[in-house]
């Protein structure tokens, strides 16, 4: 039996990509894998769940979070608050649990900064075709919103060689084997598996 400290993952990719489908895929096959639910200060929408879909907080709430540091990553967006609450993932952590945070490539970067040891994932399209043909089938947005939304997406690509490992998400059953595949290597490091090594050799 190997007992330790659950992984921190951290994965990101343009909007567009497919990245949300793909997590809730993991989520499903492997269920000692948990992801992250942001703290937020805005209004929960109708249908939306305290706890599933955000932590919906106050701003002092949140502002308290910031400053005793229970917050990994956070940004303003639209007058609100939202972060990557600490405590939860920890929790997770010391109990064995794998943890995955879905955030942008802003909050990686803070992440970084704030947690003992990342795991980055960076989730790429196949093409810019195919992004933009997934940005175009999405909604209703207007050919410019596109437009600027593509660009943004090209910046983001452009640090994708700032992360651990790079995933294409072309047929979304790949991807999620990469994913699962890069988790399972990474718990098969000799730094996480000497405890295991010693126990065995411990009556020698
Ligand atoms: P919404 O209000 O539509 O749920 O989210 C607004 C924006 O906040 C989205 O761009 C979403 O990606 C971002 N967001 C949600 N949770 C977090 C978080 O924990 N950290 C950061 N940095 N951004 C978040």
Redesign the pocket.
């Known amino acids: 039996m190997i007992n330790r400290k659950g992984l921190l993952f951290v994965i990101s990719g343009p909007s567009g990509v497919g990245k949300g489908t793909v997590v809730k895929k993991i989520l499903e096959i492997d269920k000692n894998i948990k992801l992250s639910v942001?703290a937020?200060t805005?209004s929960p929408r109708n249908g939306e769940v305290d706890g599933v879909d955000y932590h919906f907080i106050s701003k002092n709430d949140f502002e308290k979070l910031i400053k005793e540091n229970g917050i990994v990553?956070?940004?303003q967006?639209c007058n609100n608050y939202?972060?990557?609450p600490r405590k939860q993932a920890e929790d997770w952590i010391n109990n064995c649990n794998d943890v995955i945070f879905e955030?942008?490539i802003?909050?990686k970067q803070q992440v970084e900064k704030n947690m003992d040891k990342i795991i980055s994932i960076f989730v790429m399209p196949p093409s810019l075709e195919v992004l933009e043909h997934r940005l175009k089938k999405r909604g209703t947005e207007s050919q410019e919103v596109i437009s600027q939304r593509l660009q943004t997406a090209i910046n983001e690509m452009k640090q994708a060689h700032t992360y651990d490992y790079i995933v294409i998400n072309g047929a979304l059953e790949d991807c999620v084997q990469d994913i699962l595949s890069i988790i399972k290597t990474e718990k098969l490091k000799s730094e996480l598996m000497n405890d295991f090594v010693e126990g065995v050799l411990s009556n020698v």
């Open positions: 942001s937020t805005r990553e956070y940004t967006y939202y972060g990557t955030i942008e802003d909050g």
